[in-house]
């Protein structure tokens, strides 16, 4: 598993010590947002939901209008609805970051993430997300369409 915040990883050259880059090309690790960007886009208990009801997260917006129209079965389990809904949410801000113009993922004080707009506005997506798991509205699409506005 590569995992980029822990920098390139080196092998062996021969048996002179010397050390090269596991990836070609790359000797420094992602900016700090890559990074963040990455972690905040695995969404494993979202995924594996919307892979149950045959739905492919493939950070676009169309993914959004499918994930509104799974039938919301983890509203049964108190347990998973919260984690869900966190998930739904990060998913949400990550499709924001990777298609509007200037959006970028910024961690407050309080180490809730949020995504910052070009206008400076911040909107914080896991309430959101967690809205949106528990009632189904507003609809992350809608979300999607509101932010995209902005």
Known sequence: M??????PRHKRN???GATAPARPGVGEPPADSEVIAALLSECELLRSQAALA?????????????????VPRWREDAEMLPRLGHDAGLY???????????AVWG??????????????????????????????VPELSQLYA????A
């Open 92 to 102: 949400l801000g990550t499709v924001v970051v990777r298609t509007v113009p200037g």
């Open 107 to 136: 961690i407050r004080r309080d180490g809730e993430p949020v995504v910052r707009l070009a206008s400076g506005r911040a909107v914080e997506v896991v309430p959101a997300g967690q809205e949106w798991a528990a009632s189904g």
């Open 2 to 7: 590569h995992l980029p915040f822990l920098g």
């Open 146 to 149: 509101e932010i995209a506005e």
């Open 14 to 16: 021969g048996g002179g």
């Open 54 to 70: 045959g739905v492919r997260l493939d950070g676009t917006p169309a993914s959004l209008e499918a994930l509104d129209q799974v």
